[in-house]
């Protein structure tokens, strides 16, 4: 039965304002399921409040307690994980199995974030000059805001939620209109870790609430992932509004194979990496790159794998990719393979000729071979289960071909030799690399981001750069001198 989904404001259920909806659908039957109450300018400004009101207490809430608080919505997050694995799956559409993954990769963040007094701690001069010591702390900014996409409705908000608020800061999310539950119920349990109201808020909505919190003074920073073209938005506008901006976008992730790699596991990896979550990863791998006389038999290998793949509804357990997450951006795929194949690439492996018995959003693989770097298929993210194949005859060649990409998310390399792997470390333009990892998503105790037009701003996200970003420097320079040797002196302090 269609429900109504809210806002979750100052620790309630809030209904939006703007009398604007938008609908949810369940990908994998077409049914829609849900109305989504849009924000108005006075619901974001209702939520910034309640943030703005639990911060003066929060940031001076000890670290013990924090973390302890960190440490039950950790739990009741890794308890929850089936009923979050399924709201995923019923709005994305995912394979449950792949549903529960990002609900694990998440609770990495968590983790870390429970560690936070250690991140926290602060550097000590003492005798810095004649009875002075210095030393650095890192406080929190104030209120923040974190604006996510629909391809990972649960981890990627807990990419900063985490470090954020065990900062000490208060947060405002906006999810993604598309799936907005499962956002929802990680603000439930946190709730029900005992976190005070307002601490983390969740504001459903679309532009209007974007662009409510970009322009919003109580907003201190804003944390973006989605689009480039909105990425791009996003950072110019809240840097002009004199906010702290990370802005992770879009990418075409390349993985090139070498003459020398294994075969079968470059073949299984490509097949992996490029079809699971139905290709709509910022990191799957969407060109493939083959070096030399390998491009023949990898790519028939790949094409046996791909006869294999079971395409269904994420909520059967034999379904290895679910549909794509809309019936419009199903559209906007197909059409670039038309657009492919009309440029005079080989569609070997065409997804379009599978026809399903469903209204779902479905769409088989697709491998596209021949592809040069004029097509729209390379040139364009098409955010689907296409992958497309670019020959080269050398390893510089492959890797210049990625320089010249405009993106610079997530880049990988097959090989079985060490000094081609650590040639392509060193010289490849991208923010995350593999070598025989096909998807090289750093775990929750490093960074994530990319370079070029796949990040805008200068911090990357979650991890200890995460911590970094939400968290300002302060520089304290003290004395206690005996009142016997004071004395006026107009000259500019120095350091004796
Ligand atoms: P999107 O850019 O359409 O939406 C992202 C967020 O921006 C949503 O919350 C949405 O409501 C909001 N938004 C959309 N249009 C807006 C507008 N005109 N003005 C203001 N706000 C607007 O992205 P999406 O389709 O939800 O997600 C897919 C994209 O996200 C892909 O490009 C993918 O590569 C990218 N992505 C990047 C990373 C990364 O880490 N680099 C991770 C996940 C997804």
Known sequence: MKHDIKHYIDGSSVAATSGRTSPVFNPATG?????????????????????????????????????????????????????????LTAEHGKVLSDAVGEVERGLENIEF?????????????????????????????????????????????????????????????????????????????FQEAGFPDGVLNVLQGDKVAVDGLLEHRDVQAVSFVGSTPIAKYVYETGTRNGKRVQALAGAKNHMVVMPDAEL?????????????????????????????????????????????????????????MGPLVTAEHRGRVVDYIAQGAAA?????????????????????????????????????????????????????????????????????????????????QDDVEAGMVGINVPIPVPVGYHSFGGWNDSLFGDTTMYGPEGVRFFTRPKVVTSRWPDPAESSVNLGFPRSD
């Open 264 to 320: 079968d596991i470059a073949a299984d990896a490509a097949v992996s990496a490029a079809f699971g979550s139905a290709g709509e990863r910022c990191m799957a791998v969407s060109v493939l790159v083959t070096v030399g006389d390998i491009a023949d038999p990898l790519i028939d290998a790949i094409r046996e794998r791909m006869s294999r793949l079971i395409v269904g509804d994420g909520t059967d357990p034999d379904s290895e």
């Open 344 to 424: 005079g690439a080989s569609v070997a492996v065409d997804g379009r000729d599978q026809a399903f018995n469903s209204n779902g959003y479905f769409l088989a693989p697709t491998l596209i071979d021949n592809v040069t770097t004029d097509m729209s298929v390379y040139t364009d993210e098409i955010f689907g289960p296409v992958l497309s194949v670019v020959r080269t005859d050398s390893f510089d060649e492959a890797v210049r071909l990625i320089r010249n990409n405009r993106w610079g998310n997530g880049a990988a390399i097959f090989t079985r030799d060490g000094g081609t792997a650590r040639a392509f």
């Open 31 to 87: 049914d829609h399921t849900a109305d989504l109450g849009l924000a108005s300018l006075d619901d974001v400004n209702a939520a910034v409040a309640a943030a703005r009101a639990a911060y003066h207490t929060w940031r001076r809430t000890s670290i013990a307690a924090r973390s302890k608080l960190m440490f039950r919505f950790r739990n009741l997050v890794e308890e929850n994980t089936d009923s979050i694995a399924r709201a």
């Open 113 to 189: 974030a429970c560690g936070i007094a250690e991140l926290l701690k602060g550097s000590y001069n003492e005798g810095a000059s004649a009875g002075i010591n210095v030393y650095t702390i890192r406080q929190p900014l104030g209120v923040v805001a974190g604006i996510t996409p629909f391809n990972f409705p649960a981890m990627v908000p807990l990419w900063t939620i985490p470090n954020a608020i065990a900062a000490g800061n208060t947060y405002v999310l906006k999810p993604s209109e598309r799936d907005p539950s499962a956002p929802l119920l990680l603000a439930e349990l």
